[in-house]
């Protein structure tokens, strides 16, 4: 896992990818987050110099890497995805692979995702369209559940119960979540 950030989104990425992984048939594959180097943020995470640094440090000791950033409400992220992907492809040529997908609009989202306790006056779909939703939707929920002062902020936490409703998060996240767990599974059946 390349995260664009790993000090918090680790807590995050761990169990829904491993949750993803075990659906995928790959309940033994092993998921490690990238510490080192530490990207930092978005702009450092949609640096081909600086993935490529982490892909030709960890050759040959990864068979997949998935690199997962925020969409910060940014369209053209995608795009920016997809060209990291061509560079990668090009780079190894035949190597590990490089997937990469942009959290619909922050990884936190798949969290809440997870939870069927929200307030009754949020409503999905505006929290999924919610260009902030860390700030304002995943903060004061930790808070609510009385988990914000833990790892992460209360992501451990609410992750690893999130990840257990694993078919909930792909369910409501099908442009990343669901997306992502396609594109593994058609790289999964090529090998």
Same mark, same amino acid.
């Given at each position: 896992? #390349?995260? &664009?950030?790993?000090?918090?989104?680790?807590?995050?990425?761990?169990?829904? #990818?491993e949750?993803?992984? @075990?659906?995928? %048939?790959?309940?033994?594959?092993?998921?490690?987050? =990238? *510490?080192?180097?530490?990207?930092? %943020?978005?702009?450092?995470a949609?640096?081909?110099?600086?993935i490529? @640094? #982490?892909?030709?440090?960890y050759?040959?000791?990864?068979?997949?890497f998935?690199?997962?950033?925020?969409?910060?409400?940014?369209? /053209?992220? !995608?795009?920016?995805?997809?060209?990291?992907?061509r560079?990668? $492809?090009?780079?190894?040529?035949?190597?590990?692979?490089?997937?990469?997908?942009?959290?619909?609009? @922050?990884? &936190?989202?798949?969290?809440?995702? %997870?939870?069927?306790d929200l307030?009754?006056?949020?409503?999905?779909?505006?929290? !999924?369209? &919610?260009?902030?939703?860390? $700030? !304002?939707?995943?903060?004061?929920?930790?808070r609510?559940?009385?988990?914000? @002062?833990?790892? /992460?902020? %209360?992501?451990?936490?609410?992750?690893?119960?999130?990840?257990?409703?694993y078919?909930? #998060?792909r369910?409501? =996240?099908? &442009?990343?979540?669901?997306?992502?767990? $396609?594109?593994?599974r /058609?790289?999964f *059946?090529?090998?």
């Amino acid at each position: 896992m #390349i995260p &664009e950030d790993f000090r918090k989104d680790q807590y995050i990425l761990k169990p829904i #990818i491993e949750a993803m992984l @075990e659906r995928l %048939g790959k309940p033994r594959a092993k998921v490690l987050v =990238c *510490s080192d180097p530490l990207l930092g %943020g978005v702009r450092a995470a949609l640096n081909w110099v600086r993935i490529r @640094e #982490i892909l030709d440090r960890y050759r040959g000791m990864v068979d997949v890497f998935v690199h997962i950033v925020d969409r910060d409400g940014q369209t /053209g992220r !995608r795009r920016q995805l997809d060209a990291l992907e061509r560079k990668a $492809e090009e780079h190894f040529a035949g190597g590990p692979m490089l997937v990469s997908e942009n959290a619909w609009q @922050e990884v &936190e989202v798949w969290v809440l995702a %997870g939870h069927d306790d929200l307030p009754p006056d949020w409503q999905w779909t505006e929290v !999924r369209l &919610e260009p902030n939703p860390k $700030e !304002r939707y995943f903060v004061p929920y930790a808070r609510r559940r009385g988990v914000a @002062e833990g790892p /992460g902020e %209360g992501r451990k936490t609410l992750a690893s119960q999130a990840a257990k409703r694993y078919d909930r #998060i792909r369910r409501l =996240c099908q &442009e990343d979540v669901m997306a992502l767990e $396609e594109r593994l599974r /058609g790289l999964f *059946s090529q090998a």
